[in-house]
Nanobody, 122 residues
Framework: QVQLVESGGGLVQAGGSLRLSCVASRNSRDINVMGWYREVPGKQRELVASVTRSGATNYADSVKGRFTISRDNAKNTVYLELNGLKSEDTGVYYC????????????????WGQGTQVTVSS
C-alpha cells in the first residue's frame, strides 16, 4: 500500500515557524485527500488540515490564519506550513492519505505515516 514519509518536525520557540513535508510512494496515483493530523498523549488524534486533489482545503479552527496546507501532485507530496506557533501546537504530526490508485486498483480508507514530532517552547 501507499508509503508516507514525513519530515520537517523539530523544536521551535513560540512564534516560530516550521514546514512539514510528506511524500507518498511514487506508484500511488490519483490520491484523493491528503492531510495532517496531530496527536498529544492521552488525546485522540485530531485533524489539523487537509486538502483534496482539486485543491479544496479544510483547517481546524485553532490553526486558521496560521497554518497553510498545500500539495504538489507531480511530486506526490503534501506540505504544512506552521506559522506563529504556540505551545498548544506541540504534538506528533501525522501525514494522512484517504484514497489512492495503485495500478488498476483503487484503495479506499485512511493511511498514515509514522509521524513527526513538533515541539513548541514558550
Amino acid at each position: 500500500q501507499v508509503q508516507l514519509v514525513e519530515s520537517g518536525g523539530g523544536l521551535v520557540q513560540a512564534g516560530g515557524s516550521l514546514r512539514l513535508s510528506c511524500v507518498a510512494s511514487r506508484n500511488s496515483r490519483d490520491i484523493n485527500v491528503m492531510g495532517w493530523y496531530r496527536e498529544v498523549p492521552g488525546k485522540q488524534r485530531e485533524l489539523v488540515a487537509s486538502v483534496t486533489r482539486s485543491g479544496a482545503t479544510n483547517y481546524a479552527d485553532s490553526v486558521k490564519g496560521r497554518f497553510t496546507i498545500s500539495r504538489d501532485n507531480a511530486k506526490n507530496t503534501v506540505y504544512l506550513e506552521l506559522n506563529g506557533l504556540k505551545s498548544e501546537d506541540t504534538g506528533v504530526y501525522y501525514c494522512n492519505v484517504n484514497g489512492f490508485r495503485l495500478g488498476t486498483d483503487y484503495y479506499m480508507g485512511d493511511y498514515w505515516g509514522q509521524g513527526t514530532q513538533v515541539t513548541v517552547s514558550s
